[in-house]
């Protein structure tokens, strides 16, 4: 097969890169020009939580590099993946830089686009669908409903509310009345719900946690904002996993 319209067998020799958003799992949950973009690519540089189907496509001859196999602490991978996207670009190749989810959405896709422009290397952002909302609604949940919730807020879990790094103020989402979507709260769920608790959101609070959402291995657990944590414990939930509070969860029973 021949190499995309940018790559070294085209004729041109100006590379670029693309980050694309492959969405939460499903592998039909791709854009059209995604997917589009990621038969024309030259290299693919993927992530953990791409769905595997996808890479089945690809050409014979694309380089696939897994991002999620280089071998340093976090910080250095994501930098030794700015270097890959670079390099490969400058010698002419076109890069898709395949993500989960959507890039921009703790996806650390600003990262890369200014690693490219401070190379002079053209990016094309396409954005992907988030497990934010995507993994809520393949649970049945809508983030928002009429009558309900006239706003959601995602927010990240990755630290604990007490963390020195965190950014969130929990207990101003806490006096929130619309939905809370928290991604990659898992592991801090415990504290994050006391937290959320303490600061006035009633224990009862309607909560969810989606597991591998629009995959064959979804799970769903429904709870409240009091137990939800100890749930997902004994039901041995795993990452990645979407968790839901607010009267939405039970919006569309019956």
Known sequence: ASAGPTGTTGGRQAGR??????????????TVKGWRLLTEADVVVADRLVPGLLLDELRPDVELVDASKIPYGPSRAQEEINQILVDRALAGAFVVRLKGGDPYVFGRGGEELLACAAASVPVTVVPGVTSSIAAPAAAGIPVTHRGVAHEFTVVSGHLAPDAPASLVRWGALAGLRGTLVILMGLKNLAAITATLIAHGRPPQTPAAVVQEATTGAQRVLRSTLDAVAADALTADLRPPAVVVVGDVVNALDG
């Not at 890169?17 to 791709?30: N, R, T």
């Open 17 to 30: 890169v693309a980050l694309v958003g492959s969405g939460p799992g499903d592998p039909e949950l791709i």
